[in-house]
């Protein structure tokens, strides 16, 4: 389910500053979430399964890109 892997990646992200480890578990949306089942019963966040993780993807790329900007 890509919206596990956003929320992990998410906690991340925002809680914890870890943005390589983020930009990982937004990968694993797009690539396990692209192998979700039809059938399944739970709901679905259609944006977390390609829109979302690839909008972070670029924001955690951005900030490890330019970290000397954000660090004081």
Known sequence: ?????????D???Y???KYDK???LYDNAIIL???RKQDDAWPM???KYQEYPEKM???????VNNKSY???
């Open 1 to 9: 389910m890509a919206e596990f892997w956003c929320l992990a990646g």
């Open 11 to 13: 906690a991340q992200y």
């Open 15 to 17: 809680l914890l500053k």
């Open 22 to 24: 983020a930009r990982h």
């Open 33 to 35: 979430g692209s192998q």
């Open 45 to 47: 966040d259609i944006s």
């Open 57 to 63: 993807i670029k924001s955690c790329d951005d900030i």
């Open 70 to 72: 954000f660090v004081k």
